[in-house]
């Protein structure tokens, strides 16, 4: 079974920094890919940020630019996002997730198939 665990999420208030962490389990960490992604109410699941294999590749979406940090440690079977900056909007819950094998930060969400249970980020004051 594979199987991604979220953590690190919370209430913060805007400004504030947050590190969520994805652990993943039932296969190897660095055959993978791994996108987070994040899901408001009412809205579409999009992608935030996006790290290869290697770590040597990251992608972010324009609005977390500059404020979002992505990173790996294949030893550890662990993925960071470190949120840092945070706003109101980027509210949401939070989830982590794995392309098919050998995919590198594919465009689309659906490319990814296997997701975790998400951990909910809120800022607010």
């Known amino acids: 079974q594979l199987q991604l665990v979220e953590s690190g999420g919370g209430l913060v208030q805007p400004g504030g920094s947050l590190r969520l962490s994805c652990a993943v389990s039932g296969f190897t960490l660095d055959d993978y890919a791994i996108g987070w992604f994040r899901q408001a109410p009412g809205k579409e699941r999009e992608g935030v940020s996006c790290i290869s294999r290697t770590g040597t590749y990251t992608q972010h979406a324009d609005s977390v630019k500059g404020r979002f940090a992505i990173s790996r440690d294949n030893a550890k079977n662990t993925v960071y996002l470190q949120m840092n900056s945070l706003k109101p909007e980027d509210t949401a819950i939070y989830y982590c997730?794995?392309?098919?094998?050998?995919?590198?930060?594919?465009?689309?969400?659906?490319?990814?198939?296997?997701w975790g249970q998400g951990t909910q980020v809120t800022v607010s004051s």
């Open positions: 997730a794995a392309p098919a094998w050998g995919s590198t930060c594919p465009q689309r969400v659906t490319s990814y198939n296997n």
